[in-house]
């Protein structure tokens, strides 16, 4: 299903090119889904299907991006409280805790009105970013970390009093070693669940923050930047926010069923004995 | 190698965990003492065993003596080089190397991610020896051979093997640095009966083959008159007792080693109808607040005022029998 | 002496994802009134199963009672209501547990707890129940009873709460207490007190034990009868100073050899058993000790050796006689 999204997303654009997604054919303002625009075409008459595609891209970079980041600044200060404990660990839990404490909505909103237009667009693979898009990764990425690096704290917790990491350090295994090759390993099913769940949210996150105009700017699309364009269109065309809902929606799924069998794969308890 | 020179020396060990409260500076507000001044020394190719009860400290006395806690205070030489002094990386696997530890969870101490030649390579990579990875999976079918595991198993995960089997895992993981000295803490008291005699005998097999010597922590004191040639005898972290074996166990000094002997049960049912049993009234008291003087005076039948106010003196009263106890004589 | 509890043909099976597990295969056994039986196994011998599938403790599924009677007095346990069962459980057979901190409620107090059953069972009025529950504690050597009633369950030691899981059992004058591996957790002092207090009870009570244990070295000096078990099968069943002076079924022998002995010098190297217990996934065939014995034939793979008498009340399920080390 995922794989289908990316190809959906990355192979379309071969059918498709960007310029056509922000074709504008005013002409064919608002028409709904027939032949020629299978998914309708929007408020200036550009086309869903191709904007689906080139927003799908933007948004699933911006899922993954935001989670990349998410995991390693949650992964590493979660690994270093838990594994060091003392008062690095009261140190860092104090500051997820009061970066928990600040609603992400509003830290999101305020960063990207404070950041937002500073980054200049970006030409990669050929194709024009807004700036916006890295603002929102880092954003997303900066504001979501704490809850995995609580979850992962409290695996490297339980985990470290286990007789195999004392039997590692009694081999004379680096402590840098014993993070990364014994308990990391041990705490990646629910780091994995909580990186699916990151993917999706970050996702949404983009979409909230779009819709409420402060996400990557026109004329680059994403699906939230979409859903956030028909908003005043709700009843009049719902083919607008029909497909890039249904694509999110889609995407969403997907990943968390990703995460779960990514999950079974790696247990070895799973593998026959 | 002169004979004469043990090769653990063990002066003053004490380890106390700081009990602690407050969010972002904590404050001490007590401390355990797990370990209280014991000394003692493991003479080369023999097997020391350490027994108590559980929480009178003989596993933290195992681990601290490996450098795995830092010590509050004392000195421990392995094979001469000072466990707390190694500051570079370089001296700390020098000893590492020499010293090894199996534990008593073999569920716990086989990381159930890794494969069961990861497990036992893992010293070889640390130590940087056989670095040729054909001559290293050489090495770990042997090793697991010699602890009696078929070396096609190599790439299995922990959770495929049994408790027995895991053990033997341990032991293989404990023998791939070449080492000279294992601490074995209460490597069969997890195991079945069947099975524990399968391991005590590989250990004493290995014991003779590679010169090995061990410090043996346990509370089954029938098991380590079996396998060790001393035996110290711990409360509440301190050392009451420690003899030669058959000294010790045929004629306790301490009124807690006597108590502990007399409360093992024997497997023959006439004898041990027709034994005469101390049994000891009360708990052990919490290591938090150890109790004054001699530690074991609240329980002890002898005690008297002496007891509760002065510290015995760990004394050898005769040879290789050292005793801390005002009431056994000089 | 009057028979207590007789069982017959116990069979208990588990239904799990991976398959059956014959836990429990035919399991006989009886016991009289005020007498104390031992039942001695390694772990997954079945010999918890066993209690708990008499005493109807068992989830069912996965666990399935597939047949056997287990008579008390008159009446079949496995065949009662779950109604019925209540009244008999805890009244007329209680049970003591391995780990005492599990099987208390550590947010009451050790006083409500001991009031409550004595409330239930035996009607008891507030006051009445208190003095009694006083009287309990202090029959199981609690210091200070009247003082600990208001302590809860973390303020005791394991071996203080071990006597108040045994004080209870006690509530309501069981004619069976079933303890299962009750000193397994304890250190080896408390073990020994543990024990004096269950001897100084029985002969008090004149109540009938049944005590599972793994270990031969408690047994020899608490039990009268002992009975051995090995993957879901009774081996051996005799009086406890014949099974110890003259074993007669191979595991037992090999596990007497195994153990070494506090009191006497080293002599030799322990006599291990090689291999492990057999896979209980597997429906047994022939006598489960046959891959692991040095005795075995060609029978002992093929047939299930029935449990027969030897002498007087010392039977064996075996094919061989390990007196002579040939066929019976």
Not at chain 1, 150 to 169: P, Q
Request: with cysteine; glycine share 8%.
């Amino acid at each position: 299903m995922l794989v289908l999204l990316f190809i959906y997303a990355f192979g379309g654009a071969l059918i498709f090119p960007e310029s056509y997604a922000n074709y504008t054919d005013t002409s064919l303002r608002l028409s709904p889904p027939s032949a020629r625009h299978p998914f309708g075409t929007d408020t200036i008459g550009r086309d869903v299907l191709a904007r689906t595609i080139y927003g799908g891209q933007i948004s699933l970079i911006i899922g993954l991006l935001a989670v990349s980041i998410e995991s390693l600044v949650g992964i590493l200060v979660g690994a270093l409280a838990g594994y060091y404990g003392g008062f690095l660990d009261s140190l860092l839990m104090r500051i997820t805790e009061a970066m928990l404490n600040i609603p992400e909505i509003f830290l999101l909103i305020v960063m990207a009105k404070f950041f937002g237009g500073r980054i200049p667009e970006i030409h990669l693979l050929g194709r024009v970013f807004s700036g916006s898009v890295i603002v929102i990764v880092v954003i997303i990425g900066l504001t979501s970390w704490m809850y995995l690096a609580r979850i992962v704290r409290a695996e490297f917790l339980s985990l470290k009093e286990n007789e195999f990491v004392l039997a590692a350090r009694a081999t004379g295994t680096s402590n840098f070693e014993i993070i990364f090759r014994h308990i990391l390993p041990n705490s990646i099913a629910p780091i994995i669940v909580s990186a699916t769940l990151g993917v999706a949210n970050a996702i949404l996150a983009e979409a909230y923050i779009s819709f409420l105009g402060l996400g990557v700017q026109p004329p680059t699309a994403t699906w939230g930047n979409m859903l956030d364009g028909a908003n005043n269109y709700l009843e009049s065309a719902p083919w607008l926010w029909f497909f890039p809902g249904l694509l999110i929606l889609l995407t969403v799924l997907s990943i968390n069923f990703l995460g779960d069998g990514l999950r079974d794969a790696l247990d070895p308890h799973s593998r026959a004995v | 190698m002169k004979p004469a020179d043990p090769l653990v020396v063990v002066k003053n060990l004490k380890k106390y965990f700081p009990v602690t409260s407050g969010l972002v500076f904590q404050r001490k507000t007590g401390e355990v003492r797990a370990v209280d001044d014991i000394s003692f020394t493991v003479e080369r190719g023999e097997t020391l065993g350490l027994v108590g009860e559980s929480g009178c400290g003989k596993t933290t006395a195992g681990r601290t003596l490996l450098g795995l806690y830092p010590p509050t205070a004392g000195h421990v030489t392995i094979d001469g080089m000072d466990v707390y002094a190694a500051r570079r990386r370089r001296d700390l696997l020098a000893i590492r190397r020499k010293a090894q530890i199996i534990f008593q969870d073999p569920y716990a101490s086989l990381n159930p991610r890794w494969t069961v030649d990861a497990i036992v390579s893992e010293p070889m990579r640390v130590h940087s020896i056989l670095p040729d990875p054909k001559a290293r999976s050489e090495r770990v079918k042997e090793l697991l051979s010699l602890v009696g595991l078929s070396g096609q198993l190599v790439n299995r995960f922990p959770h495929e093997f049994s408790g027995g089997q895991r053990q033997r895992i341990g032991i293989a993981r404990a023998l791939a640095s070449d080492p000279l000295f294992i601490v074995c803490d209460e490597p069969i008291s997890a195991l079945d009966v069947s099975i524990q005699a399968q391991v005590v005998n590989l250990l004493e097999d290995l014991q003779d083959r590679f010169g090995l010597t061990y410090l043996f922590i346990a509370h089954n004191l029938s098991m380590v008159r079996h396998i060790c040639n001393r035996v110290a005898v711990m409360y509440l972290g301190v050392m009451v007792e420690l003899g030669e074996r058959d000294e010790l166990y045929d004629h306790p000094l301490h009124p807690y080693t006597q108590a502990l002997l007399s409360a093992v049960p024997i497997p023959n049912p006439k004898q041990d109808r027709a034994r005469q049993r101390m049994i000891l009234s009360g708990d052990v008291p919490s290591p938090l607040n150890p109790p004054s003087g001699c530690r074991f005076h609240p329980r002890c039948p002898l005690a008297v005022e002496r007891c509760r106010q002065e510290i015995p003196a760990w004394r050898e009263v005769a040879t290789g029998h050292w005793v801390a106890c005002h009431k056994v004589a000089e | 002496m009057t028979m207590l509890l007789q069982t017959i043909d116990l069979k208990t099976r588990f239904h799990i994802p991976e398959g059956t597990v014959y836990a429990v295969n035919g399991v006989s056994f009886h016991i009289s009134e005020g007498e104390t039986l031992a039942v001695v196994g390694e772990s997954g011998c079945g010999k918890s199963v066993t209690m708990m599938s008499i005493l109807r403790l068992l989830p069912a599924p996965p666990a399935e009672i597939v047949s056997g009677q287990a008579l008390w007095g008159n009446r079949d346990l496995l065949r009662l209501s779950e109604n019925e069962m209540e009244q008999i459980r805890g009244r007329e057979i209680a049970m003591v547990f391995q780990d005492p901190m599990t099987s208390l409620n550590p947010v009451l107090t050790i006083g409500r707890q001991l009031t409550e059953s004595l409330r239930v069972h035996l009607g008891m009025g507030p006051a009445e129940a208190a003095q009694r529950a006083v009287e309990l504690l202090e029959q199981v050597g609690i210091p200070d009873a009247a003082h600990r009633l208001g302590d809860y369950p973390h303020q005791y030691s394991g071996g203080m709460r071990q006597r108040v899981m045994i004080a209870m059992a006690l509530c309501c004058h069981p004619s069976l207490l079933i303890a299962d591996e009750p000193t397994t957790a304890l250190d080896v002092t408390i073990q020994a007190q543990i024990v004096e207090l269950i001897k100084k009870l029985r002969d008090q009570l004149h109540m009938a034990i049944i005590w599972i244990s793994h270990d031969l070295g408690v047994v020899a000096g608490l039990a009268n009868r002992v009975m051995v078990m090995y993957a879901g099968f009774v081996v051996e069943e005799a009086l406890v100073d014949d099974l110890y002076e003259d074993p007669r079924h191979p595991y037992t022998l090999a596990l007497l050899a195994a153990l070494p002995r506090v009191d006497r010098r080293r002599d030799r190297r322990l006599k291990s058993i090689p291999g492990a217990p057999p896979n209980l996934l597997v429906e047994p065939r022939g006598c489960p000790f046959a891959p692991r014995c040095e005795f075995a034939m060609e029978r002992c793979r093929f047939e299930i050796p029935p449990l027969q008498p030897v002498q007087g009340t010392h039977a064996v399920a075996c094919w061989v006689d390990v007196t002579t080390g040939g066929p019976r």
